[in-house]
T-cell receptor, first 115, second 113 residues
Framework: AQTVTQSQPEMSVQEAETVTLSCTYD???????LFWYKQPPSRQMILVIR??????QNATENRFSVNFQKAAKSFSLKISDSQLGDAAMYFC????????????FGGGTRLMVKP | NAGVTQTPKFQVLKTGQSMTLQCAQDMNHEYMSWYRQDPGMGLRLIHY???????DQGEVPNGYNVSRSTTEDFPLRLLSAAPSQTSVYFC????????????FGQGTRLTVV
């Protein structure tokens, strides 16, 4: 079975600075997808960024980028120029190719942004 | 498009009561799933469906039933509520198995007393 681990229950960053959230996963599959979801206090799950395992290039979405290390099974999220609106729970998630809508989530990291 | 709609948003049940959490999507997605969210444990898959008439168990299916009679609807039934089922429940849908985003409902906060 796949597992996803987020080792940082809480992180704090100063507004306008950069923060990196860690995620490691365990799988025997070679073809899969990785996601970062943001959950603000409203409870809504919002997709931040996604990565396909067969793509070596790290995904980037505006201020959000990932460092995908397939051999190390690591998938960290870097948030640049942090904003107050980035404060939320962040979840790392894994989905095996061909696994339909079945996601395996990490335990989450609560990110606080200080003004 | 409304996306994924869950009802109710909040519910309090007594131990032993049964209820159905509703989930509907208007995006014609084939894949739907139910998750529960507990503190420190992220979201865990309860049941999922790959199309109308097809359902299967996820990681934590005990105490829950699902059915998928239409593409749009995927209700989750609690047969006999227990305090251990106190959680936030999310329904999600996606169009295919690829690198597509799973769309989530707003969640239902369920408390069993």
């Amino acid at each position: 079975a796949q597992t996803v681990t987020q080792s940082q229950p809480e992180m704090s960053v100063q507004e306008a600075e950069t923060v990196t959230l860690s995620c490691t996963y365990d799988t025997s599959e070679s073809d899969y997808y990785l996601f970062w979801y943001k959950q603000p206090p409203s409870r809504q799950m919002i997709l931040v960024i996604r990565q396909e395992a067969y793509k070596q290039q790290n995904a980037t979405e505006n201020r959000f980028s990932v460092n995908f290390q397939k051999a190390a099974k690591s998938f960290s999220l870097k948030i640049s120029d942090s904003q107050l609106g980035d404060a939320a729970m962040y979840f790392c998630a894994y989905r095996r190719r061909g696994a339909g809508n079945m996601l395996t989530f990490g335990g989450g990291t609560r990110l606080m942004v200080k003004p | 498009n409304a996306g994924v709609t869950q009802t109710p948003k909040f519910q309090v049940l007594k131990t032993g009561q049964s209820m159905t959490l509703q989930c509907a999507q208007d995006m014609n997605h084939e894949y739907m799933s139910w998750y529960r969210q507990d503190p420190g444990m992220g979201l865990r898959l309860i049941h999922y469906s790959v199309g109308a008439g097809i359902t299967d168990q996820g990681e934590v299916p005990n105490g829950y039933n699902v059915s998928r009679s239409t593409t749009e609807d995927f209700p989750l039934r609690l047969l006999s509520a227990a305090p251990s089922q106190t959680s936030v429940y999310f329904c999600a849908s996606s169009p295919d198995q690829g690198n597509t985003e799973a769309f989530f409902g707003q969640g239902t906060r369920l408390t069993v007393v």
